[in-house]
């Protein structure tokens, strides 16, 4: 990708990929969400739109026949995999069939056979650290708890972890300002799964594998190869760097809030509450829709084939909607948020990255109680927001 143009008017000219965004947003959303007109526009990516008010997000979420899923990334190409990821990339009616598809593994019940393994995960990684007096957040442990939980329910060897990290890294860091990198990853986790299909058709066993390639359409047929590979392809990435970033986010908000830190020390009953406050505070997805028809909203016009940026993040902060949206409360009571999205898109790993994120701080504050910043903060570009590097010293 060529060279950034810095920006100049976030109302006129956003760039969600400025390094201003990245390393502080909020300031941004709230000069956007004081503006005249309920959408910010920029020229840039072919042109969208951005709305920061929750009930705006709402509404786009809804209009499913308007604001279509076929393109969720705001970027200059889009990714090329064939099948998409269903049911994240799929509109109704095809979207209820995915979705249902994929759901019965991700349920509270299932998720809470993962406990025990993701503690085991958790103490594993604290081992690498804990006499050291320093360790990365991101790298040396956020980084780490997704990608082998979900190579735990894929039973495939979890010394393939590394692996995912780097498809992880190609598609979704490396490949937010390089293609290449970007589809590189995409083809090389695709192969992944492909040469294990065979395999698991011959020889099923108690895995998401197993369970997809025994699901069927409406007609009883098999789902095809490519729904398949999609479906995996989604766990993969949009199960991985989502997490770990929102594990990271949290972890940093306790480095930096002392008083926070040693109150949830004091009051680990409070973790439930303080995990739907962070993901509330720094919720890390932002997602898109392509405008599917000419349409208006609140007089804004907006034309068929752009796109529309929907940064779930910008709606938690809205005062309209929340008290305080800038302060983060570990025992707020009423906390809607939409860190998950919204409408019909909801995650569907929503129970799994609760689990993980709560099983996570609470390991670690167990072991380590006290720890602070250590350096600087590295923070991602694009999409998904989260630490990519964080130095920490205890």
């Known amino acids: 990708m060529s060279e950034r143009e810095p920006v100049k008017n976030w109302v006129t000219d956003w760039d969600h990929m400025d390094p201003e965004w990245s390393k502080d947003p909020f300031p941004i959303w709230d000069e956007v969400r004081t503006a005249e007109c309920p959408l910010a526009r920029t020229e840039r990516y072919g042109g969208v739109y ?30 090329e995999a064939q099948g998409g990821a269903p049911p994240i990339t799929s509109d109704p009616p095809r979207h209820r069939l995915a979705r249902m598809k994929i759901m019965p593994p991700f349920s509270g019940h299932e998720i809470k056979k993962l406990i025990p393994r993701t503690q085991e995960i958790c103490n594993q990684l604290i081992d690498q650290f804990a006499d050291k007096g320093k360790f990365d957040g991101a790298e040396d442990y956020a980084q780490n708890i997704p990608v082998h939980v979900i190579a735990h329910m894929l039973a495939i060897p979890e010394a393939d972890a590394d692996q995912f990290r780097k498809w992880i890294r190609l598609i979704v860091i490396d490949g937010v300002i390089d293609d290449q990198a970007m589809h590189s990853g995409l083809h090389e986790l695709t192969n992944y799964f492909h040469e294990r299909l065979p395999e698991r058709r011959a020889n099923p066993g108690d895995d998401i594998i197993s369970f997809l390639l025994k699901q069927t359409y409406d007609d009883g047929e098999p789902l095809k190869e490519n729904h398949v590979l999609g ?53 890390p997805v932002t997602m898109a829709r392509l405008v599917a028809k000419d349409t208006e909203v609140s007089g804004c016009p907006m034309k068929a084939g752009e796109m529309l940026l929907l940064p779930f993040p910008a709606a938690n902060r809205d005062p309209d909607q929340f008290e305080r949206p800038d302060e983060v409360i570990l025992d707020r009571e009423d906390n809607k948020h939409v860190a998950f999205g919204m409408g019909i898109h909801r995650c569907v790993g929503m129970h799994l990255a609760r689990m993980e994120i709560r099983v996570a ?34």
């Open 361 to 394: 701080l609470e390991e670690l504050l167990k072991r380590i109680p006290n720890f602070e910043p250590a350096g600087e903060t590295t923070w991602s570009l694009g999409s998904i927001r989260g630490p990519r590097q964080l130095p920490l010293k205890f």
């Open 50 to 79: 951005m709305p920061t008010r929750f009930k705006f997000m709402q509404y786009f979420t809804a209009y499913t026949e308007t604001f279509s899923s076929r393109q969720v990334v705001v970027r200059e190409t889009q990714p």
């Open 231 to 283: 479906s995996l392809r989604l766990i993969l990435v949009a199960g991985i760097d989502t997490t770990w970033s929102a594990i990271g986010a949290s972890i940093w908000h306790l480095a930096n809030n002392p008083q926070d830190r040693e109150r949830l020390v004091a009051e680990p009953e409070l973790m439930k509450s303080a995990v739907e406050e962070f993901l509330r505070a720094y919720a």
